[in-house]
């Protein structure tokens, strides 16, 4: 039986509003360091740190609050076939998917899609 060492993550930049989208792989997340991902723009919109592999730290930067947000997940909820949706306990907003790669593609284009619907509507 083969089994998927990486997890989808996808979360906005709080700095440009850039959507980042990236395949992680949990080898990655080895030696109990911290691992960064950065937008296009070179701000980090997001570092995991894991000290096990079977308990993971998601630190992000919220585009809604402006702060640091720290979630806690054990391996399997994160390997799991679903996608977690991680949002700002100050606004409810949802500032990050993390999860099964390809669910987490789908999430994220039907929620850039949907906010482009809803921007376009309010222009009229």
């Given at each position: 039986?083969?089994?998927?060492?990486?997890?989808?993550?996808?979360?906005?930049?709080?700095?440009?509003?850039?959507?980042?989208?990236?395949?992680?792989?949990?080898?990655?997340?080895?030696?109990?360091?911290?691992?960064?991902e950065?937008?296009?723009?070179?701000?980090?919109?997001?570092?995991?740190?894991?000290?096990?592999?079977?308990?993971?730290r998601?630190?992000?930067?919220?585009?809604?609050?402006?702060?640091e947000?720290?979630?806690?997940?054990?391996?399997?909820?994160?390997?799991?076939?679903?996608?977690k949706?991680?949002?700002?306990?100050?606004?409810?907003?949802?500032?990050?998917?993390?999860?099964?790669?390809?669910?987490?593609?789908?999430?994220?284009?039907?929620?850039?899609?949907?906010?482009?619907?809803?921007?376009?509507?309010?222009e009229?």
């Amino acid at each position: 039986m083969l089994f998927d060492t990486n997890i989808g993550a996808a979360v906005k930049c709080k700095h440009c509003g850039r959507l980042v989208v990236r395949d992680i792989s949990l080898f990655d997340l080895t030696g109990n360091r911290m691992h960064e991902e950065r937008c296009e723009c070179g701000k980090t919109v997001m570092r995991i740190k894991s000290s096990d592999c079977k308990t993971f730290r998601i630190f992000i930067n919220c585009i809604a609050c402006d702060k640091e947000h720290l979630f806690v997940f054990k391996s399997r909820q994160v390997l799991s076939e679903k996608v977690k949706i991680l949002g700002c306990p100050t606004s409810r907003l949802d500032i990050a998917f993390i999860g099964n790669r390809t669910l987490v593609r789908e999430v994220a284009v039907k929620q850039q899609k949907d906010l482009q619907e809803l921007i376009n509507v309010l222009e009229l």
